[in-house]
């Protein structure tokens, strides 16, 4: 096959995908830069074009800085914890203990569980007075409280929720590395007397690298990007205590019906996620090992 | 090699100290979804309460009766992903291979504008979907559902399918070219059986996507496409908690049965070649 026509071959069959992928993820986001531009249609009054307007509202808006750094917290919360976590177990559950087709079991369930499902588990979990949560932390004698009703609580609790959900997803990519990882490496840093510590410090961690800068990239998009357990278990309250982002974008398109606004805010979103997306390649392209 | 061996300690204490470890972690995976188990046996159970009242099957029998609509729901749920698997796949597959195999100028641009859907949040694109859709009648239909569907999985099986096809040694292509099968028979015998675990898998991954998604259905699918997630929303919001209980548990099936599927085809090389 010549070069050329491996080429007219190769568009051919990226071709169909390209086209579902552009008419309805592409184009609908490219939209919402140009609604971002022009003001909401309100019954009589068709859009306009009004430049930056919906822009300069949002700098004025208490409700999105709030959102913004409610999101921020949620992001440092979370992205942390679950990758150690997941790091951890992989290598728990990749050495020789009993019952480890169990323990890996258990760590995916919370995975393959939809988010809708998982947000409502937790919220049985946390209810005020009854919930299981409550029974046990009454039983060792702590003072009730409302987990999701309280302010200073609620952003944590949906923490612990989305790391449950996610440390077994990047579980799973940290244990098929590590699986693919070569025997010998241990066995000639046992002979040369380095620690088991050491051994991964030094070995173990560099040789992960093109997977933790996987997990990474989608743990941080999924602390944006993630709404279901917002829906259900909170509603961004109590007084705004766990608005997220897309929550607040949700709600301004939504609830209040203002699309050019929302979609102003979803482009300061993209733009977030894009910034960090470059933040990340930019930085860790010269820690990571391809091999 | 476990992390959590701690070679200061003297053994029981060591032990010990395992075992709660281990307890914590247990507790933190499986106490919700004990809880999750009460509210579903659950006949009657309110503060000051510490334990259900009742236990029972009353709302079992109710979500089962032939004219509940959880049954018409599970249909289709599993009749979306049924179909959403189909047309991604039929696009993955070929991309996938374009990807993962051929050597084309702008490999690494067009990986990335396939990939860029998964960076983008996807509420504010359903939005969008769901106002194209109601102008051109897909709204409320079940294709209008199998597209948004298709088009969020796609991106997991162009993925998944384009590192399976990579992580097929090109060797065993050009002994059985060399051997005289034309690019089809080449394609169809080698090519696709060795990648075959992968693609299984990516399949797998877009059914449980599919079958687990909540927003683009809630926004492109109300009020005429229900779906088991929509029906445990429902239930939830309406305070019904022992049936969105009994919905969560019919949800966990299929993924733990295909969670299990998937550990024994989704190999460590093929997993080890995303995001590259």
Not at chain 1, 118 to 124: E, G, S, T
Not at chain 1, 140 to 149: E, S, Y
């Amino acid at each position: 096959m010549t070069r050329s026509a491996q080429w007219l071959y190769g568009w051919l069959l990226l071709l169909p995908a390209a086209v579902l992928l552009a008419l309805f993820t592409h184009y609908p986001a490219v939209a919402t830069l140009w609604h971002s531009f022009r003001s909401t249609p309100r019954g009589s009054r068709a859009s306009t074009f009004v430049g930056v307007d919906n822009y300069a509202q949002l700098v004025d808006d208490p409700i999105f800085w709030q959102s913004l750094t409610n999101n921020l917290w949620f992001a440092i919360g979370t992205i942390p914890l679950s990758i150690t976590l997941a790091l951890l177990m992989a290598v728990w559950v990749n050495g020789r203990i009993a019952g480890r087709g169990f323990l890996r079991l258990a760590y995916f369930t919370p995975t393959v569980l939809p988010m809708i499902a998982v947000a409502n588990i937790w919220l049985f979990f946390y209810t005020p007075e009854y919930g299981l949560l409550e029974q046990i932390t009454g039983a060792f004698g702590m003072p009730a409280h409302n987990w999701l009703g309280s302010k200073n609580s609620a952003l944590a609790a949906l923490m612990v929720v989305t790391v449950w959900k996610e440390a077994g997803f990047f579980m799973i990519f940290y244990l098929a590395a590590l699986q693919q990882m070569s025997p010998q490496l241990a066995e000639a840093a046992a002979i040369e007397g380095a620690s088991r510590a050491y051994f991964f410090r030094r070995v173990t961690l560099p040789l992960l690298m093109p997977t933790t800068l996987f997990v990474l990239v989608n743990a941080v998009i999924n602390a944006f990007r993630l709404v279901d357990h917002v829906v259900v278990m909170t509603r961004g309250g109590p007084d705004n205590a766990t608005e997220l982002l897309l929550y607040y974008i949700y709600e301004i398109g939504f609830r209040f019906w203002d699309s050019a606004y929302a979609a102003a805010l979803t482009m300061v979103l993209l733009l977030l996620l894009g910034v960090v997306a470059l933040l990340q390649f930019w930085f860790l392209e010269r820690k990571v090992h391809y091999q | 090699m476990t992390a959590l061996s701690l070679p200061a300690l003297p053994p029981p204490l060591r032990t010990v100290l395992r075992a709660i470890v281990l307890a914590l972690f247990a507790f933190a995976i499986f106490g919700p979804l004990l809880n999750l188990l009460l509210w579903a046996f659950a006949e009657r159970w309110y503060f000051p309460n510490k334990l259900p009242l009742e236990f029972g099957l009353t709302f079992w029998y109710r979500v089962f009766q032939p004219r509940g609509n959880a049954l018409a729901s599970l249909g289709t749920s599993v009749w979306i992903a049924v179909l959403t698997v189909a047309l991604s796949l039929a696009v993955a597959v070929p991309a996938g291979y374009a990807l993962g195999r051929l050597k084309l100028p702008w490999r690494s641009a067009i990986l990335l504008l396939f990939l860029l859907p998964q960076a983008v949040p996807n509420l504010p694109v359903y939005v969008n979907i769901a106002q194209v859709f109601y102008q051109i009648g897909l709204n409320g239909t079940i294709l209008g559902v199998v597209l948004v569907h298709a088009s969020h999985g796609l991106v997991l099986a162009v993925w998944i399918a384009s590192a399976a096809f990579a992580s097929v040694d090109v060797s065993l292509e050009e002994a059985s070219r060399n051997l005289g099968a034309s690019p089809w028979t080449c394609f169809r015998t080698v090519t696709l059986p060795l990648a075959a675990p992968g693609l299984i898998a990516s399949a797998i991954f877009v059914f449980l996507e599919s079958l687990d998604e909540f927003t683009g259905t809630y926004f492109v699918g109300v009020p005429d496409v229900t779906t088991l997630p929509l029906l445990m929303f429902n239930a939830s919001m309406g305070g019904n908690y022992q049936i969105a209980s009994i919905t969560a548990l019919l949800l966990l099936i299929p993924s733990i049965g295909f969670m299990l599927v998937v550990e024994r085809f989704l190999k460590a090389d093929v997993l080890a070649m995303v995001g590259r």
